[in-house]
């Protein structure tokens, strides 16, 4: 059975996190998923992210509606980009166009420490109603919801009678 890996923040859980994670589980068959989950020490305080118990319950949420039971899933806590992956017997990594160069850095300390080589499943972005990725960064902004939904600015007009 496959042995699957796939990180993130995962902050704003969103439709481009739900493909990440949805591929890992199709790729990992009826292996074990291990999903990293950046840790708030390892997050830039520059920028407001959720803490980890709640962006964690976000992944747990969406896993539970995906109806995948306990014994096919683990989440661990990241204190680095690379996690148990450099260590650990994984097939394949999940990765998204912002995390591909991540993957490509793993494999070559993988090599270096005489490991095999993890098979780099590469997903595209999902794209937003305007046709830009969905990212947390513009949810976070207001420009998007979390299903890539333009939010709509509503302006209200004074009028006098």
Request: proline residues 4%; glycine residues 6%; charged residues 30%.
């Amino acid at each position: 059975m496959p042995k699957v890996a796939v990180g993130g923040t995962f902050q704003y859980f969103h439709d481009g996190h739900a493909k990440l994670i949805e591929k890992a589980f199709e790729i990992a068959e009826d292996g074990k998923v291990h999903i990293g989950l950046t840790s708030d020490e390892m997050l830039s305080k520059s920028h407001s992210v959720d803490n980890y118990e709640k962006r964690r319950n976000w992944l747990l949420q969406y896993i539970k509606e995906m109806g995948i039971p306990d014994d096919r899933y683990e989440i661990t806590k990241l204190n680095d980009p690379y996690g148990p992956a450099l260590e650990e017997d994984f097939d394949y990594i999940i990765v998204s166009p912002e995390t591909y160069p991540v993957a490509l850095k793993m494999n070559r300390i993988r090599e270096e420490k005489g490991k095999k080589l993890l098979e780099i499943v590469y997903v595209e972005y999902v794209m937003a109603e305007d046709g830009i990725p969905i990212s947390s960064t513009r949810i976070a902004k207001g420009e998007i919801d979390r299903h890539g939904r333009l939010k709509k600015n509503i302006k209200h007009c004074n009028t006098k009678n």
